[in-house]
């Protein structure tokens, strides 16, 4: 059984269900959820409203049928008229800044927050229908319950029929699975265990690890070196068979000054820039969420004293 949602103004009909007759593969990347639960919690807190609405645009790579939702940022709405305005010309000009660094992505949808699509929502994705005649549209539920064990997340595809030579606009219910790659899951986890002090991430220890080979390693060819160098200044002998150890081992290390390397070693430390500045970010804003809820307490119990007096 398939649940509806119609709304007789606009011809639009919104399936509560998966209908299944899509063959959209859809990979969702946790950085994009993340982002989300950012927005929203930033939103939140600045606003003093936990029923605050975001909205933000969905960016990545579509070949066929295969979609990937690789990250996300955030567009502006207005309200004019009682209407729901996209500024146009700010996700333009967010979208080259992106094109910039990943000229391979593009824009494949929005995202909302609600349990519910709306009718506002239509009169929004109509409009970014210009930049994606097939527009996604992702709406994430900040009150599901905590113990539900599916992900509050819900995407739909726009599909256009013609019924009695009428144009009918509806939304399917469309399944994805959650994509992650390395950087994503180092954060994530890191991110899930820095909340607790004595606690500390796999991403933290397998850094403790390398930093303690790393320096392991540049003391002893400190000691190599300083060998070299003594042997250059004569004040130790020359020792043949050591020499030709270190010029064999010399040999074997690969050439690291091409241009090849020095890009995708540039690509790399961004990359790992973005994450650990996302980590930060997202640290900060649990360390402010909790500091406001307890900014809430405080500020009711002294009601209740008051109220006492």
Same mark, same amino acid.
Do not use: C
């Given at each position: 059984?398939?649940?509806?949602?119609?709304?007789?103004?606009?011809?639009?009909?919104?399936?509560?269900?998966?209908?299944?007759?899509?063959?959209?593969?859809?990979?969702?990347?946790?950085?994009?959820?993340?982002?989300?639960?950012?927005?929203?919690?930033?939103? @939140?807190? $600045?606003?003093?409203?936990?029923?605050?609405?975001?909205?933000?645009?969905?960016?990545?790579?579509?070949?066929?049928?295969? !979609?990937?939702?690789?990250?996300?940022?955030? !567009?502006? !709405?207005?309200?004019?008229?009682?209407?729901?305005?996209?500024?146009?010309?700010? #996700?333009?000009?967010?979208?080259?800044?992106?094109?910039?660094?990943?000229?391979?992505?593009?824009?494949?949808?929005?995202?909302?927050?609600?349990?519910?699509?709306?009718?506002?929502?239509?009169?929004?994705?109509? $409009?970014?229908?210009?930049?994606?005649?097939?527009? &996604?549209? #992702?709406? /994430?539920?900040?009150?599901?319950?905590?113990? *539900?064990?599916?992900?509050?997340?819900?995407?739909?595809?726009?599909? #256009?029929?013609?019924?009695?030579?009428?144009?009918?606009?509806?939304?399917?219910?469309?399944?994805?699975?959650?994509?992650?790659?390395?950087?994503?899951? !180092?954060?994530?986890?890191?991110?899930?265990?820095?909340?607790?002090?004595?606690?500390?991430?796999?991403?933290?220890?397998? /850094?403790?690890?390398?930093?303690?080979?790393?320096?392991?390693?540049?003391?002893? /060819?400190?000691?190599?070196?300083?060998?070299?160098?003594?042997?250059? @200044?004569?004040?130790?002998?020359?020792?043949?068979?050591?020499? =030709?150890?270190?010029?064999?081992?010399?040999?074997?290390?690969?050439? /690291?000054?091409?241009?090849?390397?020095?890009?995708?070693?540039?690509?790399?430390?961004?990359?790992? &820039?973005?994450?650990?500045?996302?980590?930060?970010?997202?640290?900060?804003?649990?360390?402010?969420? *909790?500091?406001?809820?307890?900014?809430?307490?405080?500020?009711? =119990?002294?009601?209740?004293?008051?109220?006492?007096?």
């Amino acid at each position: 059984n398939t649940n509806t949602n119609t709304n007789t103004n606009t011809n639009t009909t919104i399936n509560t269900k998966d209908s299944g007759s899509s063959n959209l593969s859809i990979s969702l990347h946790a950085l994009v959820l993340i982002n989300i639960a950012d927005h929203f919690t930033r939103s @939140k807190v $600045q606003n003093n409203n936990p029923d605050t609405i975001i909205y933000g645009a969905l960016i990545g790579i579509q070949k066929g049928r295969d !979609i990937e939702i690789s990250n996300s940022f955030e !567009i502006i !709405i207005s309200k004019v008229d009682n209407k729901f305005v996209l500024d146009s010309s700010f #996700l333009r000009v967010k979208l080259e800044q992106y094109k910039q660094v990943f000229p391979q992505f593009d824009i494949l949808g929005w995202y909302s927050t609600g349990s519910s699509a709306t009718q506002h929502d239509i009169e929004i994705h109509r $409009q970014l229908l210009e930049f994606n005649e097939s527009s &996604l549209f #992702l709406l /994430l539920d900040p009150k599901a319950p905590p113990t *539900e064990r599916e992900i509050p997340v819900k995407i739909y595809e726009t599909v #256009l029929h013609i019924v009695n030579e009428v144009p009918k606009f509806e939304w399917s219910l469309l399944s994805f699975k959650l994509e992650t790659g390395e950087a994503e899951r !180092i954060s994530v986890d890191h991110i899930a265990h820095s909340g607790a002090i004595s606690s500390s991430s796999t991403a933290m220890k397998s /850094l403790s690890t390398i930093r303690g080979s790393i320096v392991m390693l540049k003391d002893r /060819l400190n000691v190599l070196l300083s060998y070299v160098d003594e042997v250059k @200044k004569g004040k130790l002998p020359k020792d043949p068979a050591v020499l =030709r150890q270190l010029s064999h081992l010399a040999h074997i290390l690969p050439a /690291l000054t091409t241009d090849t390397f020095y890009e995708e070693f540039v690509k790399d430390y961004n990359d790992t &820039l973005l994450v650990t500045y996302l980590t930060t970010m997202t640290k900060s804003m649990n360390t402010l969420n *909790e500091v406001m809820d307890k900014f809430g307490v405080l500020q009711e =119990r002294l009601r209740g004293d008051r109220a006492g007096i």
